[in-house]
């Protein structure tokens, strides 16, 4: 079974705070994903990336960076976390460019931003 | 990406099948039709995914219409865990967002 574990399952950070979320997936997929999925906003692509050390911008970069080191591994950083980045955050692995729409999970990390 | 239409929600009784369907008339002939379901609080799941041939997983089958306009998830004994939301897309192959749209909200009672 392909797993995709993240770093936590709850988060609670300060404004202004550098915060990190980790995502490893054990299938050696070719592709990451990390997304945010709010209540009437459903699931919006942050950045994504098919290959070590490459990455790219989904739908809403602004405030977020990430970095893909090593190939089961795929990090979020919220350089400067703010209230509005207040969510549940999912990261996803699929097999390369083909599959890319047959997506693996996490369970998510909901974190709140006070 | 084709448009997909879905029942706002549906009852199943446990273990009797669950028939979702989905409506994508407007599907194009290299779009596949994936199925996920999201269980509240988690990470969605891929169940299956199929182009013109009917499919089944050790979750469910799926049988698409021979027109593709529309197709039907199978899920053959529900159980109690598996009630959830579930989000029928159709997508070609290449990197784009996972978008889901509203999707069926089923509810498995004893």
């Known amino acids: 079974d392909v797993k995709v574990t993240q770093s936590s399952r709850y988060l609670v950070k300060r404004t202004g705070e550098k915060v990190f979320l980790e995502c490893v997936q054990d299938m050696d997929h070719e592709n990451m994903f990390w997304y945010r999925q709010d209540p009437g906003l459903g699931l919006r692509l942050i950045y994504f990336?098919?290959?070590?050390?490459?990455?790219e911008k989904g739908d809403i970069p602004e405030g977020y960076s990430v970095s893909r080191e090593k190939k089961e591994r795929f990090s979020l950083i919220l350089e400067s976390a703010s209230t509005n980045q207040t969510s549940m955050y999912l990261c996803a692995s699929s097999f390369d460019r083909m599959y890319s729409y047959e997506q693996y999970f996490g369970p998510g990390t909901r974190l709140t931003v006070t | 990406d084709a448009k997909t239409t879905q029942p706002t929600s549906m009852d199943c009784a446990e273990g009797r099948a669950a028939n979702l369907p989905c409506n994508h008339s407007?599907?194009?002939?290299?779009?596949?039709v994936y199925w996920y379901r999201q269980i509240h609080s988690q990470g969605p799941q891929y169940i299956i995914h199929g182009l013109k041939n009917n499919e089944t997983n050790e979750m469910a089958s799926l049988i698409i219409t021979e027109d593709r306009k529309s197709s039907t998830l199978i899920l053959p004994h529900a159980t109690l865990r598996d009630t959830a939301v579930y989000y029928c897309i159709a997508e070609g192959a290449g990197y784009s967002t996972l978008t889901f749209g509203k999707g069926t909200m089923l509810l498995v009672s004893p």
């Open positions: 407007t599907i194009s002939g290299n779009e596949y």
């Open positions: 990336s098919y290959d070590v050390k490459m990455k």
